[in-house]
Every structure is written in structure tokens, then in C-alpha cells.
């Protein structure tokens, strides 16, 4: 079967850096992207990859390994609104996406 | 502003009962979904429609059905409510399915059967 596994919850310090990591296995791959979600609200894209590697988006960063099967979510400088879930997703041979449950990251002062 | 709007944000209502969400979009996208996210948070894909034709139908009863009249609308009909439909019904949208494309969400239709 396929599936995505992500930590169910992490904390983290304002100003502080957080690794959220995905792992996967599905049947092919065509990309994986990264969703943020507000509570009561829906998702945002954040970041998408394709190649293995690091991709840099301000404060945000996503990294793949297609080899491990491994994706993680870096935030830097944590601020108060990064508290949200972050959801890892996959697409696979069939053009589908896969998701995984969400990672729900608080924040402390 | 350009969105995927859904209507009802909220509805209540008793088991057995029919009802339909309305999705519209005005991003210009060929590629509708519906997508169910239960109390575990997991997004799971219902549907989805490209240029209003069915292309993903996903394991779902067959109470739920989806009708897409033009590429800009989708909507959900669910009849014979049952206590398990309870959940946060997503619409969303996309330009194609492959590449970097992206899902634009509606801001979700939370369903509350008793």
C-alpha cells in the first residue's frame, strides 16, 4: 500500500529553527509538496519538489532524498503564526496525490 | 478575488437527511476536487473532475455524487446522511495534474450530521 508518515505533533521556541520530516512509499513518484494548514482553515501550498535537493523559500526551506524516500520541512525564525499543521504529500505514478496525516507544530514564546 | 469559494462554511443537519455543497472557482482551472478530511485530519480525495469530466472516484458510497456543470463549478449532493459523514468536506482546483501544479483550496464545509 502506500503511505506517508509524518510526526503526529512537535513543539518548538519563537525564534527558533524546527525539521519536520516525511517519509514515504508509493507507487511511483512525480513530486511532493508541502501544505500548511491553519486550524479551521484551509491548505496552503508552501513548497514543492521534484529533484533531490534543497529548495529555499524565505524563512521556509524543503528538502527530498527520492532515494530514501525522505522529505523535510525546514522553518527558520519561528514566529508565534507558523502554529499550524504542515502536511507532506506525494504524487504518485497515477498523477494522484497522496497525503499524509499532518504534522501539528505549536509554538512557545 | 480570485478563489475557490464553497457554501455552506457550516451545516448542521439529522441523519437521512439529503444535502449539497456548492464549489465554484474563478482561477481559470480545469481541474476540480473534492477532498473529506475527518476528525484524524487525513485529506482524503473523493473526486475530481477535469474540464467536467470524471476522472478520480475515489472508493466512495455511492450517496455521494458529484455534478460538475461547467469547468468552474463542482458540487456535492449527499443523500441519506449518515453519522459517519460527519467532516470537513474541501473543494479545491488546479491547472492539470502534472508538474508543479498547484491545489487551490475553498475554505472547507464542516458537516455535522446527527
Known amino acids: 500500500g502506500q503511505n506517508i508518515d509524518q510526526p503526529t505533533e512537535m513543539t518548538a521556541t519563537e525564534g527558533a529553527i524546527v525539521q519536520i520530516n516525511c517519509t514515504y512509499q508509493t507507487s511511483g513518484f512525480n513530486g511532493l509538496f508541502w501544505y500548511q494548514q491553519h486550524a479551521g482553515e484551509a491548505p496552503t501550498f508552501l513548497s514543492y519538489n521534484v529533484l533531490d535537493g534543497l529548495e529555499e523559500k524565505g524563512r521556509f526551506s524543503s528538502f527530498l532524498s527520492r532515494s530514501k524516500g525522505y522529505s523535510y520541512l525546514l522553518l527558520k525564525e519561528l514566529q508565534m503564526k507558523d502554529s499550524a499543521s504542515y502536511l507532506c504529500?506525494?504524487?504518485?505514478?497515477?498523477?494522484?496525490?497522496?497525503w499524509g496525516a499532518g504534522t501539528k507544530l505549536i509554538i512557545k514564546p | 478575488d480570485t478563489a475557490v469559494s464553497q457554501t455552506p462554511k457550516y451545516l448542521v443537519t439529522q441523519m437521512g437527511n439529503d444535502k449539497s455543497i456548492k464549489c465554484e472557482q474563478n482561477l481559470g482551472h480545469d481541474t476540480m476536487y473534492w477532498y473529506k478530511q475527518d476528525s484524524k485530519k487525513f485529506l482524503k480525495i473523493m473526486f475530481s473532475y477535469n474540464n467536467k469530466e470524471l476522472i478520480i472516484n475515489e472508493t466512495v458510497p455511492n450517496r455521494f455524487s458529484p455534478k460538475s456543470p461547467d469547468k468552474a463549478h463542482l458540487n456535492l449532493h449527499i443523500n441519506s446522511l449518515e453519522l459517519g459523514d460527519s467532516a470537513v468536506y474541501f473543494c479545491?482546483?488546479?491547472?492539470?495534474?502534472?508538474?508543479?501544479?498547484?491545489?487551490?483550496f475553498g475554505a472547507g464545509s464542516r458537516l455535522t450530521v446527527l
Open positions: 479545491a482546483s488546479s491547472q492539470g495534474v502534472s508538474g508543479a501544479n498547484v491545489l487551490t
Open positions: 504529500a506525494v504524487r504518485d505514478s497515477n498523477y494522484q496525490l497522496i
